[in-house]
């Protein structure tokens, strides 16, 4: 995980030093380096939760079918199929009706990063210029 993830986020800066100097100029450095840390930990959690969940999940609900089969007949597999089924469905549901507000938070988070490692990253010119409260406000 940690090689794959390395190889991601080596591409990811590479990408970004060769875009042109309009994405620079714009400077949202927070919001970058952000989503590529997110980006990181969504790659390391996405191999985690194969290597550690979905694929022991399928391979023990394989063994149990087996299981059901030999010692009760297709009938016990059929109503565990559906039952699991059933519950795959209502969780990719709720799933989905979440990742809405989830979306919503990272996009918050996206602006205040951004917004308050810009006023740092320029803290000279918010000295000079007297915005400190200024700032203040916009990150809030």
């Not at 199929?81 to 988070?109: C, D, N, P, V």
Request: charged letters at 20%; a positive charge; aromatic letters at 10%.
């Amino acid at each position: 995980a940690q090689k794959a993830n390395r190889l991601i986020l080596r591409q990811v800066f590479s990408h970004l030093q060769t875009l042109d100097m309009a994405f620079h100029l714009e400077r949202q450095t927070g919001t970058v380096s952000r989503v590529m840390i997110r980006g990181s930990r969504s790659v390391t959690w996405i191999l985690s939760a194969l290597v550690f969940h979905v694929v022991p999940t399928i391979l023990e609900v394989s063994i149990v079918s087996g299981i059901l089969m030999m010692h009760f007949g297709g009938s016990y597999v059929a109503v565990t199929a559906a039952t699991l089924a059933a519950y795959l469905g209502f969780t990719i549901r709720i799933t989905q009706w979440r990742s809405r507000f989830i979306r919503l938070k990272i996009q918050m988070e996206n602006i205040a990063s951004n917004r308050s490692i810009e006023s740092l990253v320029n803290y000279e010119m918010v000295k000079i210029f007297n915005k400190e409260n200024h700032e203040t406000k916009r990150y809030d």
